[in-house]
């Protein structure tokens, strides 16, 4: 009885260590930095290429209000800003951050990819309420800001990251 209370215990103990093999180890420190500067670059051509498209959807908006774009031409650009806001949000939603980040960095660098992610999801729900009647222009404007400071909270943990690591005192001493 003894024995095979022995063999059980020590199946269960490989067992156990089996299972507890499947985590990789921690970035280094080096691996950390480069990582959340790849995380950086990703998140910053997100945001490159909605620049370019907030910026068209504006002008449609302004010239619309200015009488020099049809009611056809602002839906197109409704419809096409909302297109690009959400595949911008389905996009941020699809970027990986590493278990083998430190838990501070791994954290901040979640923070940020989840704020990016709403504050898309945020521009797409305020191009659709652009052209509703129900939707007053300082309502709109509201929902714009609330993006901003979405996406300015996401940036603010992407910065503390990349201090974290030293990317930013290192671009300084540049």
Known sequence: MRKALLAGA?????????CS?????EFSQEDTKENVQNFYNEISALDESSKSSLDDFNKALSAYSAGTLAADDLEKAIEKFQDTSSDLADKAKKVKVSSRFPDEIEKMLIEAKDSFEKAYNIKKEASESADSPSVTAEQFDQMNKNADIVMLYGISKLNQAREATGLLSDQKAN
Do not use: R, V
């Open 10 to 18: 020590a199946a269960a103990i490989m067992l156990l260590s089996a």
């Open 21 to 25: 093999g499947t985590t990789q180890p």
